[in-house]
């Protein structure tokens, strides 16, 4: 008889111990459990007895047989509810899908023509006529339900489905007929401007002189206005109207004004052909309108069918079924219901007669083991002399004899277990001891870590306090890893680990034997030490530790350069507890970060009142952003071509409690450190994005803002969805909207890139702000899908006064045109500037001299009077000029000479 057990490598007889170390501040204990693995020889027993094998035999035999009883008798029940189920589904299965068959046809055929006459796309003809065959498919398969169940009376139903299908394809062949008009139209205001171009009304260059008929020109303008409003009046909708608009009055009128010069050239065929366009132009206008009024009575009168049509179904067809299906449910329910008293009939008596071989078997077995069972309990307790008296079942006899010969190992075993306890304790005092090492230091460079730090940090002051030893000053150095990330994203984290270990031996080979050095966690190290108290002794060991990692590190035969920020905090000038002095570190370590990196800056109690002054901001931008202070100001763009604003600028605006307005770029940088930019630009987005909603509204229909957007948006991802679900909310459409990015954004990579190209496929412009200063690249507006370039105030700032200016900034202009790209100039803010602009043809402009920014309430009426004080600006602009405009001609032809600044 052998009795194996291990401990910490230790081989024990007889038993298995498992210590537990708790810990906790001084105290400690430990716990032996003891598990006996002993294999036991069994003595041969006097058979006694029936085997228990038998009692469980004759048990499980009369259980088996009460069970099958059972079984039987609910198995017959069970099949007869199954069948009944089965004839039911057999029956009004079919009918239930065809009437749901019938009534999703009806609603998806009624959704594909609303949609085609919506969007008006082959694609969507296709759908309608494919959702009409379903519809035609429901209805023959309700006529064959209808031939072969007892249903409701569907012929009837399927005379109004035709009649309503009918109804559709008349809308749909209307809209039809509606586009092809508006074609025509199109093509018919296209050969009125060709005609009028061909004759000479675009101009003609004449060396540096522009040379153009005002006829032709004014006719070019008044096509242009009609074409304009009668595709607004077509895209806006409405009741029908015979009277001609006012894009058509204005361009009759420049035709009649100048019908007898027009006469004599370009000759009076070519007025004839003008006239004729013009009136076929006007008669599909009708036409169009004629259509859209009938096709929105149809629609109206389409869809109450529909909604009528699917309420007959439901209350004529799928009622009268759904109340033949509950009566035949009910019969079905009753069946299961007698196979369910049937069967707790069977298993309530196969549990009497199990409850009665249990009860037998128990009795036969049970009391032999609880001898055993108090015999066990004696024995747990302590008593190693117990032992239990045999008899009973054969099987039983036998455990009563192995238990009491385990009594006896285990009163051996016990003594075994004393004679090795002692060398035990002395295994776990070891493993206390390297607890305690990893508890103070950290595992991967065997430096001291942060708690180690702080204990020792405070033992110096305390022995500075009692003014023990020599020196009576502290330095403490807080160290951090420059572009350490580096590193481990291209090296590897296990590299990095590598690093930081050789790096630790620098450091302590540095510190020798009068200074500390700690790893406070990632890359951050602190060195702490005493010195004299001369400033420049602390400086001159800072830059010793700076410079010595100049030299790299040779780390499996490559060399790694990795600087060093240093940030300086002394005793007792910058604090007079650990805690102090290591944030003052921590602050110095900032600003050396913010002066270049590689460094050291020593304390000063400035940077705490910058520190502090930068959370008060932080802390009130957040409870401004939860407060509701933040307020969006907008500037309006004017285009100088059309003479009105074609969008706004959205700005942010800090309004303080006490009513000062804060311009965001006084905040705006606290905010990107903070982590605040994804709340500030979900905000700017979600309030912008309503006025717009609100100024389509109230009256300027092509509303349009310009938001500013930041880098961290871009890497977030999913920024093109987040935008279309904005769009979707407010119900706005994608050209309501233009996004706004530096240059400096673009150096995020493709993350970027991708996130553009993510833009344009849902048809949101996107423009290039800022563009000139001082990172702009021709080849950034040529590889990104950009809709609009924004010269930054400063590319226009001497363009009234330095010719090098001026054409700068017309070659800008004419490379973005030939680009594609519009372009806006910001910072206009003098007469001449936008005089000078007003000669560069289609530009648009954003300054205060055009519109200061205002609140979201004013920028209607704003809206309404662009013209007329545009108009003011330019004419006193020209005044200011006077002379710069020579008439070479006299009467109708005049030279527009181009403005050399």
Request: hydrophobic share 45%; net charge negative; with cysteine.
């Given at each position: 008889?052998?009795?194996?057990?291990?401990?910490?490598?230790?081989?024990f007889?007889?038993?298995?111990?498992?210590?537990?170390?708790?810990?906790?501040?001084?105290?400690?204990?430990?716990t032996?459990?003891?598990?006996?693995?002993?294999?036991?020889?069994?003595?041969?027993?006097?058979?006694?007895?029936?085997?228990?094998?038998?009692?469980?035999?004759?048990?499980?035999?009369?259980?088996?047989?009460?069970?099958?009883?059972?079984?039987?008798?609910?198995?017959?029940?069970?099949?007869?509810?199954?069948?009944?189920?089965?004839?039911?589904?057999?029956?009004?299965?079919?009918?239930?899908?065809?009437?749901?068959?019938l009534?999703?046809?009806?609603?998806?055929?009624?959704?594909?023509v609303?949609?085609?006459?919506?969007?008006?796309?082959?694609?969507?003809?296709?759908?309608?006529?494919?959702?009409?065959?379903?519809?035609?498919?429901?209805?023959?398969?309700?006529?064959?339900?209808?031939?072969?169940?007892?249903?409701?009376?569907?012929?009837?139903?399927?005379?109004?489905?035709?009649?309503?299908?009918?109804?559709?394809?008349?809308?749909?062949?209307?809209?039809?007929?509606?586009?092809?008009?508006?074609?025509?139209?199109?093509?018919?205001?296209?050969?009125?401007?060709?005609?009028?171009?061909?004759?000479?009304?675009?101009?003609?260059?004449?060396?540096?002189?522009?040379?153009?008929?005002?006829?032709?020109?004014?006719?070019?303008?008044?096509?242009?206005?009609?074409?304009?409003?009668?595709?607004?009046?077509?895209?806006r909708?409405?009741?029908?109207?015979?009277?001609?608009?006012?894009?058509?009055?204005?361009?009759?009128?420049?035709?009649?004004?100048?019908?007898?010069?027009?006469?004599?050239?370009?000759?009076?065929?070519?007025?004839?052909?003008?006239?004729?366009?013009?009136?076929?132009?006007?008669?599909?206008?009708?036409?169009?309108?004629?259509?859209?009024?009938?096709?929105?009575?149809?629609?109206?009168?389409?869809?109450?069918?529909?909604?009528?049509?699917?309420?007959?179904?439901?209350?004529?067809?799928?009622?009268?079924?759904?109340?033949?299906?509950?009566?035949?449910?009910?019969?079905?329910?009753?069946?299961?219901?007698?196979?369910?008293?049937?069967?707790?009939?069977?298993?309530?008596?196969?549990?009497?007669?199990?409850?009665?071989?249990?009860?037998?078997?128990?009795?036969?077995?049970?009391?032999?083991?609880?001898?055993?069972?108090?015999?066990?309990?004696?024995?747990?307790a302590?008593?190693?002399?117990?032992?239990?008296?045999?008899?009973?079942?054969?099987?039983?006899?036998?455990?009563?004899?192995?238990?009491?010969?385990?009594?006896?190992?285990?009163?051996?075993?016990?003594?075994?277990?004393?004679?090795?306890q002692a060398?035990?304790e002395?295994r776990?005092?070891?493993?206390?001891?390297?607890?305690?090492?990893?508890?103070?230091?950290?595992?991967?460079?065997?430096?001291p870590?942060?708690?180690?730090?702080?204990?020792?940090?405070?033992?110096?002051?305390?022995?500075?306090?009692?003014?023990?030893?020599?020196?009576?000053?502290?330095?403490?150095?807080?160290?951090?890893?420059?572009?350490?990330?580096t590193?481990?994203?291209?090296?590897?984290?296990?590299?990095?680990?590598?690093?930081?270990?050789?790096?630790?031996?620098?450091?302590?080979?540095?510190?020798?034997?009068?200074?500390?050095?700690?790893?406070?966690?990632?890359?951050?190290?602190?060195?702490?030490?005493?010195?004299?108290?001369?400033?420049?002794?602390?400086?001159?060991?800072?830059?010793?530790?700076v410079?010595?990692?100049?030299?790299?590190l040779?780390?499996?035969?490559?060399?790694?350069?990795?600087?060093?920020?240093?940030?300086?905090?002394?005793?007792?000038?910058?604090?007079?507890?650990?805690?102090?002095?290591?944030?003052?570190?921590?602050?110095?370590?900032?600003?050396?970060?913010?002066?270049?990196?590689?460094?050291?800056?020593?304390?000063?109690?400035s940077?705490?009142?910058?520190?502090s002054?930068?959370?008060?901001?932080?802390?009130?931008?957040?409870?401004?952003?939860?407060?509701?202070?933040?307020?969006?100001?907008?500037?309006?763009?004017?285009?100088?071509?059309?003479?009105?604003?074609?969008?706004?600028?959205?700005?942010?605006?800090?309004?303080?409690?006490?009513?000062?307005?804060?311009?965001?770029?006084?905040?705006?940088?606290?905010?990107?450190?903070?982590?605040?930019?994804?709340?500030?630009?979900?905000?700017?987005?979600?309030?912008?994005?309503?006025?717009?909603?609100?100024?389509?509204?109230?009256?300027?229909?092509?509303?349009?803002?310009?938001?500013?957007?930041?880098?961290?948006?871009?890497?977030?991802?999913n920024?093109?969805?987040?935008?279309?679900?904005?769009?979707?909310?407010?119900?706005?459409?994608?050209?309501?909207?233009?996004?706004?990015?530096?240059?400096?954004?673009?150096?995020?990579?493709?993350?970027?890139?991708?996130?553009?190209?993510?833009?344009?496929?849902?048809?949101?412009?996107?423009?290039?702000?800022?563009?000139?200063?001082?990172?702009?690249?021709?080849?950034?507006?040529?590889?990104?899908?950009?809709?609009?370039?924004?010269?930054?105030r400063?590319?226009?700032g001497?363009v009234?006064?330095?010719?090098?200016?001026?054409?700068?900034?017309?070659?800008?202009?004419?490379?973005?045109?030939?680009?594609?790209?519009?372009?806006?100039i910001?910072?206009?803010?003098?007469?001449?500037?936008?005089?000078?602009?007003?000669?560069?043809?289609?530009?648009?402009?954003?300054?205060?001299?055009?519109?200061?920014?205002?609140?979201?309430?004013?920028?209607?009426?704003?809206?309404?009077?662009?013209?007329?004080?545009?108009?003011?600006?330019?004419?006193?602009?020209?005044q200011?000029?006077?002379?710069?405009?020579?008439?070479?001609?006299?009467?109708?032809?005049?030279?527009?000479?181009?403005?050399?600044?």
């Amino acid at each position: 008889m052998v009795l194996t057990g291990r401990a910490h490598g230790f081989e024990f007889p007889g038993l298995s111990i498992s210590p537990i170390l708790s810990m906790g501040g001084a105290e400690r204990h430990f716990t032996l459990h003891l598990t006996t693995t002993t294999k036991l020889p069994v003595a041969p027993a006097r058979a006694s007895g029936l085997p228990i094998g038998a009692w469980l035999v004759l048990g499980f035999a009369l259980v088996i047989g009460a069970f099958t009883a059972a079984s039987v008798v609910a198995l017959h029940s069970t099949r007869h509810a199954m069948a009944d189920l089965e004839s039911m589904e057999g029956q009004f299965e079919p009918l239930s899908r065809s009437v749901h068959d019938l009534g999703d046809g009806l609603a998806t055929f009624d959704r594909t023509v609303l949609a085609y006459l919506r969007a008006n796309t082959r694609d969507r003809r296709a759908a309608t006529v494919a959702s009409a065959e379903r519809l035609s498919l429901a209805a023959n398969q309700m006529l064959d339900v209808d031939a072969d169940h007892a249903a409701p009376p569907i012929p009837p139903v399927l005379q109004r489905i035709a009649a309503h299908e009918a109804q559709g394809f008349a809308l749909l062949n209307m809209q039809d007929e509606r586009r092809r008009a508006i074609a025509d139209l199109e093509s018919a205001f296209a050969a009125l401007d060709r005609r009028v171009r061909s004759a000479g009304g675009s101009g003609i260059v004449v060396g540096d002189d522009l040379l153009a008929r005002p006829s032709l020109a004014e006719l070019t303008s008044a096509i242009e206005a009609a074409r304009h409003d009668v595709l607004s009046e077509l895209t806006r909708g409405g009741s029908f109207s015979a009277g001609p608009n006012e894009g058509e009055s204005r361009l009759r009128q420049t035709i009649e004004s100048h019908r007898a010069e027009l006469a004599v050239s370009p000759g009076s065929n070519w007025l004839a052909m003008q006239t004729e366009d013009f009136d076929r132009a006007v008669k599909l206008r009708r036409r169009a309108l004629r259509l859209g009024a009938e096709i929105e009575a149809g629609q109206t009168t389409f869809a109450a069918e529909g909604d009528a049509l699917a309420v007959h179904i439901r209350d004529n067809v799928e009622a009268p079924a759904w109340r033949a299906f509950t009566t035949a449910a009910a019969g079905a329910q009753q069946a299961v219901a007698q196979s369910e008293q049937t069967i707790r009939t069977a298993t309530f008596k196969a549990i009497l007669l199990a409850l009665l071989a249990l009860a037998t078997t128990a009795w036969a077995i049970t009391w032999p083991v609880r001898r055993l069972t108090a015999g066990a309990r004696r024995l747990a307790a302590g008593d190693l002399a117990t032992r239990v008296l045999r008899g009973g079942a054969r099987e039983l006899d036998e455990l009563a004899n192995a238990f009491n010969h385990m009594a006896g190992e285990l009163a051996d075993a016990e003594r075994a277990v004393r004679t090795y306890q002692a060398h035990l304790e002395h295994r776990v005092e070891e493993r206390t001891l390297q607890l305690q090492h990893l508890a103070d230091h950290d595992p991967l460079t065997n430096l001291p870590n942060r708690r180690q730090l702080l204990q020792r940090l405070n033992d110096m002051l305390e022995a500075t306090r009692a003014e023990r030893p020599v020196a009576s000053h502290i330095a403490v150095l807080f160290l951090d890893l420059d572009n350490f990330k580096t590193v481990n994203d291209t090296l590897g984290h296990e590299f990095g680990d590598r690093v930081l270990t050789e790096i630790g031996e620098r450091l302590r080979e540095i510190a020798g034997e009068s200074g500390f050095i700690a790893r406070l966690g990632g890359d951050e190290f602190t060195l702490v030490f005493e010195y004299s108290g001369d400033c420049a002794e602390v400086e001159r060991h800072a830059e010793h530790l700076v410079a010595s990692f100049q030299r790299p590190l040779l780390i499996d035969r490559r060399e790694v350069c990795v600087g060093v920020s240093c940030g300086v905090a002394m005793f007792p000038e910058h604090g007079r507890d650990a805690t102090s002095l290591l944030r003052a570190a921590d602050v110095a370590l900032f600003r050396a970060k913010e002066l270049g990196r590689n460094r050291l800056c020593i304390h000063d109690p400035s940077m705490l009142v910058e520190a502090s002054n930068r959370f008060r901001v932080e802390q009130a931008l957040r409870k401004a952003i939860e407060g509701g202070e933040l307020v969006l100001h907008y500037q309006p763009q004017v285009c100088l071509g059309r003479r009105r604003t074609i969008a706004v600028e959205a700005l942010l605006r800090w309004r303080r409690s006490d009513n000062q307005i804060v311009a965001a770029g006084e905040f705006i940088e606290i905010a990107e450190q903070s982590g605040l930019m994804l709340d500030l630009n979900d905000w700017i987005l979600e309030t912008a994005a309503e006025a717009v909603s609100r100024w389509r509204r109230e009256g300027w229909p092509d509303a349009r803002v310009a938001i500013n957007v930041s880098a961290q948006q871009f890497v977030a991802g999913n920024f093109p969805i987040d935008i279309e679900r904005l769009l979707a909310r407010h119900g706005l459409p994608p050209e309501s909207i233009e996004l706004e990015l530096t240059e400096t954004m673009l150096q995020t990579g493709a993350v970027t890139v991708e996130a553009l190209h993510g833009l344009r496929l849902l048809n949101i412009d996107t423009a290039l702000d800022d563009f000139g200063t001082g990172f702009s690249s021709l080849t950034s507006i040529e590889r990104l899908p950009l809709s609009r370039v924004k010269l930054d105030r400063s590319v226009i700032g001497g363009v009234d006064s330095n010719p090098r200016s001026a054409a700068i900034v017309h070659s800008i202009i004419g490379l973005c045109r030939n680009l594609g790209l519009q372009v806006t100039i910001e910072g206009v803010e003098r007469p001449a500037q936008l005089d000078f602009l007003a000669a560069c043809g289609e530009v648009s402009v954003q300054g205060y001299l055009v519109a200061r920014p205002v609140e979201a309430s004013a920028i209607i009426d704003m809206v309404r009077c662009t013209r007329g004080h545009l108009d003011s600006l330019l004419q006193a602009a020209a005044q200011e000029r006077a002379g710069t405009v020579e008439d070479d001609f006299p009467g109708s032809v005049r030279t527009l000479r181009r403005n050399r600044w």
